[in-house]
Every structure is written in C-alpha cells, then in structure tokens.
T-cell receptor, first 115, second 113 residues
Framework: DGGITQSPKYLFRKEGQNVTLSCEQN?????MYWYRQDPGQGLRLIYY???????QKGDIAEGYSVSREKKESFPLTVTSAQKNPTAFYLC??????????????FGSGTQLSVL | SQKIEQNSEALNIQEGKTATLTCNYT??????LQWYRQDPGRGPVFLLL?????KEKRKERLKVTFDTTLKQSLFHITASQPADSATYLC????????????FGRGTSLIVHP
C-alpha cells in the first residue's frame, strides 16, 4: 500500500541530545512537510521541501534541521537547541508543490517527550 | 497576519442529527479551503477541498460551504454517527507566497449514541 511511514511512534530525548525522526513516502510525491502539534493547538509548520536537495524554513524552524537527499525521505532532527521539544510531530507529502490545490497526505505521527 | 479560527469547545450532538462546524479566517483571501479529520494519536486525513468560486461542495454525508464575503466556511455532517467522533481541522494556503497549508486548531466533535 502506498503511504507515508513515520518512525518511531514514540521517542524520548535526554537533555542535550539530538534526535532524528524518520519520514518515508512511496507515493512519488514531490513535496514533503514537517508540522508540530501541541495539545489543543493547530499544526505549525517547521520545514518543507518542494523538490529533492531543496528545503525551506517554516514558521518555527529554530532548533530543527532537515535534509532531502532522496525524493522518498525527509528526516527531521530535533537538536539540543530546541528547548521545548515535547510535541506530536507530523510528516506530510503532496503530489505537487504547494499552491496547486494539492491535498496533504499525513503519516501517523511521532510523539516526542523529554526525559 | 493571517488568522484561522475554529471553535475550541467540543461539539456534542446526538446520533442522527446534523453536525455543523465553523471555520473563520481573517486578513486573507484564500483561493481554496480544505477540511481534514484527525483521530487521537493519528495524522489528519483529507476530506474535502472547496475553491473560492464554489459556494458548496458535497461528498456523501459531508457538505462544505465557502462564503468569501463573510470569510467563513461551514462543514456539515448529516445523519451523524458515533464513528464520526473526531477532531476536524480546516486549512488555508498561507499568504506571503509559500501557499503551504496553514491549519486551525480544530474542533472536537462527539456524537452520542
């Protein structure tokens, strides 16, 4: 089945540690996105990528980094500079670049907590 | 700046009734609006997209309206069922050139049997 796979489902981060969240898609989509969701809050955009080897900062990029070396993969690293990382992280993709009425396909999310 | 408002209070209704959820926005004139469903601990799932030149869109028991004068979209679920219980999010393309979908905080719908 085609879709987006996020792993792990649950992740714990120690003080000062960098952690990487995985996101893989087999939909052959060009664009991929990372959102953060806090309880009772809307989704906030962290980073997005419209094409391989290119990505742009979203509204809350500080303390995060990404790479897009392959079309299928868009991993997110939560660095030690992110002081409040506890949240539900959602990866999404769309067939074409944003602005073309494209719907987003989401993964099942990663819950990150601080030890 | 662009703002999307959805009722933060949960909507409780009886099975079989019509649920109506509201999405209001300010400081923007979007070309389209989307609605998603999110279950606890899961990612959102796309439901419907309505364009600025469309007044109404239907899909099975779902109906969406888009009033660009009022800057409001209404999302209706007719003959609601307990399985419709979830959080419903509206999304608009961001202003400023990126057009990346920007989400409201969502409204929780609880359908009682």
């Amino acid at each position: 089945d085609g879709g987006i796979t996020q792993s792990p489902k649950y992740l714990f981060r120690k003080e000062g540690q960098n952690v990487t969240l995985s996101c893989e898609q087999n939909l052959n989509h060009d664009a991929m996105y990372w959102y953060r969701q806090d309880p009772g809050q809307g989704l906030r955009l962290i980073y997005y990528s419209q094409i391989v080897n290119d990505f742009q900062k979203g509204d809350i990029a500080e303390g995060y980094s990404v790479s897009r070396e392959k079309k299928e993969s868009f991993p997110l690293t939560v660095t030690s500079a992110q002081k409040n990382p506890t949240a539900f992280y959602l990866c999404a993709s769309s067939r074409d670049r944003a602005g073309t009425n494209e719907k987003l396909f989401f993964g099942s999310g990663t819950q990150l907590s601080v030890l | 700046s662009q703002k999307i408002e959805q009722n933060s209070e949960a909507l409780n209704i009886q099975e079989g009734k019509t649920a109506t959820l509201t999405c209001n926005y300010t400081n923007y004139s979007p070309a389209y609006l989307q609605w998603y469903r999110q279950d606890p601990g899961r990612g959102p799932v796309f439901l419907l997209l309505i364009r600025e030149n469309e007044k109404e869109k239907r899909k099975e028991r779902l109906k969406v309206t888009f009033d660009t004068t009022l800057k409001q979209s209404l999302f209706h679920i007719t003959a609601s069922q307990p399985a419709d219980s979830a959080t419903y999010l509206c999304a608009l393309p961001a202003s400023g050139g990126s057009y990346i979908p920007t989400f409201g905080r969502g409204t929780s719908l609880i359908v009682h049997p």
